[in-house]
């Protein structure tokens, strides 16, 4: 593994921690030239699901863009990064079942998962969330999803 500070490619695992149900493996690195120290993660990389976009297109599921939508939802949040990994991970482990039989999901099976979860979670970043997600056009949609929520 190339170290991200030198860009060395010697190191040694210091610890090793299996993730979502035993679906990934984080381990813990250290550099051996310069000391860094950093976390890497092991998953399996089976066939890549697509997702049916709103307006019919199709692209390839991006774990990236799911985390960074759940990352922005619970900012300033007191959730761990560990937290925020396994939500993501339980998350995309269901829509990886769910689109099997295909070989493709709806977005918006994905972004109602991601709701489930965090308002499960944490209302306001069940908010934030949904406020980007639903697209409010003014604020009595938005005045409505609190209100649904038990927020006011």
């Not at 697509?50 to 960074?68: A, N, T, W, Y």
């Not at 308002?119 to 999803?145: C, G, M, P, T, W």
């Amino acid at each position: 593994m190339r170290c991200p500070h030198c860009g060395t490619i010697e190191d040694k695992v210091i610890e090793s921690r299996t993730l979502a149900n035993g679906d990934a493996v984080r381990r813990r690195r250290e550099c051996i030239s310069c000391n860094y120290r950093f976390t890497s993660y092991e998953r399996i990389d089976e066939r890549q699901f697509m997702v049916v976009k709103q307006d019919g297109r199709r692209e390839p599921f991006d774990r990236s863009k799911l985390e960074h939508g759940v990352i922005r939802a619970m900012e300033k949040r007191p959730f761990s990064q560990m937290e925020i990994e396994a939500l993501v991970n339980e998350i995309e482990d269901e829509t990886a079942i769910l689109s099997k039989g295909s070989g493709e999901i709806p977005s918006s099976i994905i972004g109602d998962r991601v709701l489930q979860r965090l308002s499960n979670l944490d209302k306001v970043a069940y908010i934030r969330f949904a406020s980007v997600y639903k697209q409010f056009k003014d604020l009595e949609e938005f005045i409505q999803e609190i209100n649904k929520v038990g927020l006011d």
